[in-house]
């Protein structure tokens, strides 16, 4: 069993920094890609921000400049720092990542419950 499991949402004001975090634990062969997706109330789910095993990022141009993308392999850990966030960022924020659990085993994309954003004055 592979679980991903997010951190770190809340409510800021406008121009204010969140940090999140997802944590991935269980049956754990290989681990490629990461991401970070969201969702706003009534909108499709769109990507955020990606990361490579090599580390190459990648992000949406609505976030590029303001949003920072990184992973902590010993950790299997994959962080989303946010800055000078505004209220078009709020939505629910998933966490993605694609996970052989086991040698032999077909890669999978496993998807975290999501953390609520909401920016707001």
């Known amino acids: 069993q592979v679980q991903l499991v997010e951190s770190g949402g809340g409510l800021v004001q406008p121009g204010g920094s969140l940090r999140l975090s997802c944590a991935a634990s269980?049956?754990?062969?290989?681990?490629?890609?990461m991401g970070w997706y969201r969702q706003a109330a009534g909108k499709e789910r769109e990507l955020v921000a990606s990361i490579t095993g090599g580390s190459t990022t990648n992000y949406a141009d609505s976030v590029k400049g303001r949003f920072t993308i990184s992973r902590d392999n010993t950790k299997i850990t994959v962080y989303l720092q946010m800055n000078s966030l505004n209220p078009e960022d709020t939505a629910v924020y998933y966490c993605n990542a694609k996970i052989r659990a086991r040698p032999g085993l077909v890669w999978r994309d496993y998807w975290g419950q999501g953390t609520q954003v909401t920016v707001s004055s």
């Open positions: 269980g049956s754990i062969s290989g681990i490629n890609g």
